[in-house]
């Protein structure tokens, strides 16, 4: 009975000491979790708020480089002229521009992950400011090259971190939705933008384009530096900063990156020879004027403002992966449309237009998707995966501007054969290489 009575204590005992273990083992991760978390979510007003003000900035942001590019497009043709400089130096200072923003990307984007991105926004507002003043002055076709490129570098910070900092607010779920708006924006801004380049020009001369660009961005510096928040993912406390350039090897082999961003950016690089080559096209080729130019300009950019506000609404029903096939084949039709007609001996400027409108459609599929399907799976690398992406947009951008120049024959022939063998491209390395999975 006796030792009975000893057991039965030491039976009881166990659950205590189990009961007790588990309890402090309880407390020890309850501790542990405390001190080194995810950040706390902030208060859903806070979300909103942040939410609100990253959205719109986003707009604002992304529509910067059209300042560069788009709004000059009309003043191209003639700042040629009175500088005394042919159409392939012309077009260097486009081609230059593309270089310098692609060059940006390299630069700002793993600075952006490592620093913030506020700072690096900021930094490069006030250069694109200053460019855009020392253009304006330039009293030559070199000097007004050599402040092209540094304007670029200024004007690559700003879908850079717009694309980064729609990633960080609205999430894998949200980031193509949002970029579907953002990228119908952005059209709209492309329809705009020439046709005030236009008035511009006829009314204050081609000097006065390039004080709008600046007031601008000295518009977009106040705005940053007011209204948007640092939206960088915090880091655990230990944890290594990202390399810098470690950074770009891990997306570069990478299919969900490397094959979408390289079928996005050939196609987007179609979209640039157009760009690229329309004032010449239009002005020269066809003998419209530099207003009726961004009037027919607009009408191709339509069906990509159309399309980009659709792959918003589907995103979320088929996924980036499969927009980017749609669009892809959509593009592709165009630029063979484009070639075939250019082919013919009696091209008219309808005929361009209706290729380049079919392709611009196909482009408000895949360019939006692209973005957001290459930056998605990297949440902690996601300035750098924006930087790499527009690296490789403008930089072939760049090569093509400068062939476009080189090609140019009087006529629209050498562009047209330049979009058809971009976008069939970029539509079968997407068919024959894309990723399996969204």
């Not at 030491?10 to 020890?28: H, M, N």
């Not at 013919?344 to 599929?365: E, I």
Request: glycine letters at 12%.
């Amino acid at each position: 009975m006796f030792a009975l009575v000893r057991v039965r204590p030491c039976q009881r005992s166990r659950p205590r000491v189990e009961l007790a273990t588990v309890a402090s083992t309880a407390s020890r991760l309850t501790l542990a979790n405390s001190v080194a978390p995810s950040p706390p979510a902030p208060s859903p007003q806070g979300v909103g708020k942040v939410m609100r003000h990253a959205g719109w900035l986003s707009l604002v942001l992304v529509v910067l480089p059209l300042f560069g590019v788009d709004l000059m497009l009309p003043a191209m043709p003639i700042f040629g002229r009175e500088l005394g400089a042919g159409v392939a130096a012309t077009q260097a200072t486009l081609s230059v521009f593309a270089l310098g923003f692609a060059l940006m990307h390299l630069i700002l984007g793993p600075l952006a992950d490592r620093y913030g991105r506020r700072p690096c926004l900021i930094a490069g507002l006030v250069l694109f400011t200053g460019a855009s003043v020392a253009c304006a002055l330039a009293p030559s076709i070199e000097t007004l090259i050599a402040a092209r490129f540094v304007q670029a570098l200024g004007a690559g910070s700003g879908p850079l971190v717009a694309r980064a900092v729609i990633r960080d607010v609205y999430g894998a779920e949200g980031a193509g939705r949002m970029m579907g708006f953002v990228m119908a924006f952005f059209g709209v801004g492309a329809i705009v933008t020439p046709i005030v380049g236009g008035l511009v020009v006829d009314a204050l001369g081609w000097r006065a384009n390039f004080y709008v660009a600046g007031g601008y961005g000295a518009l977009l510096i106040l705005l940053a530096a007011a209204l948007l928040p640092e939206t960088m993912p915090a880091r655990l406390p230990g944890s290594a900063r990202p390399s810098y350039l470690r950074g770009f090897g891990v997306l570069l082999v990478d299919r969900r990156f490397i094959v979408v961003a390289a079928s996005g950016c050939l196609i987007a690089s179609a979209m640039f020879t157009w760009i690229s080559g329309s004032s010449f096209v239009v002005q020269n080729v066809f003998g419209r004027s530099a207003s009726a130019h961004g009037a027919i300009y607009a009408t191709t950019v339509a069906g990509f403002v159309v399309m980009s506000l659709l792959s918003a609404r589907l995103a979320p029903r088929l996924g980036s992966y499969g927009l980017l096939r749609v669009g892809s084949v959509i593009a592709a039709a165009g630029g063979v449309l484009g070639i075939a007609l250019g082919l013919g001996s009696d091209l008219t400027l309808l005929a361009v237009l209706a290729a380049m409108a079919l392709m611009a459609v196909g482009h408000g599929f895949t360019l939006p998707q692209s973005m957001a399907a290459s930056v998605t799976p990297f949440p902690q690398r996601a300035a750098t995966a924006s930087a790499l992406f527009g690296f490789l947009q403008y930089g072939c951008n760049s090569v093509v501007t400068m062939l476009n120049g080189a090609l140019y024959d009087g006529s629209a022939r050498p562009m047209l054969a330049i979009v058809a063998g971009l976008t069939v491209a970029g539509a079968l390395l997407y068919a024959l290489l894309r990723p399996r999975n969204n």
